[in-house]
């Protein structure tokens, strides 16, 4: 039996304090520059948290279940031992967050 994709959404995520919201302080912009992580939500349906194989590398996801295969290049490098990955039985999803790893960031964000 071949495996199908699941449905997936890429998020890219940054920190915001009040003093971004309202004054603007920190220089942060909503560009994928200024983010720090990377949220990605698979739908698996009909399938157990056992049953999930999880790979992560610097630019790359495999994901792999009896039913479900991903191969997701990733948008951004990742420190790929830092993630962490949820599943959420009742809705049948995982969420794996990662940590965007780019060492340029503390001279460029400054």
């Known amino acids: 039996m071949k495996k199908r994709m699941p449905k997936y959404e890429v998020i890219l995520k940054q920190s915001v304090g009040t003093e971004d919201l309202f004054l603007g302080l920190s220089g942060k912009d909503p560009s994928s520059m200024c983010c720090e ?3 990605i939500k698979v739908k698996l349906p009909e399938t157990k948290a056992t049953d999930v194989v999880l790979d992560v590398k ?3 996801l495999d994901l792999r279940t009896p039913k479900y295969k991903l191969g997701l290049h990733l948008p951004h490098p990742v420190h790929s031992k830092e993630g962490k990955a ?8 995982l969420e794996v ?3 965007m790893n ?3 960031d503390s001279i460029n964000l400054q």
């Open 102 to 104: 780019r060492p340029m």
């Open 86 to 93: 949820q599943f959420f039985s009742d809705r049948a999803l």
């Open 97 to 99: 967050s990662l940590l």
């Open 37 to 39: 992580a990377i949220l």
């Open 58 to 60: 610097e630019k790359f």
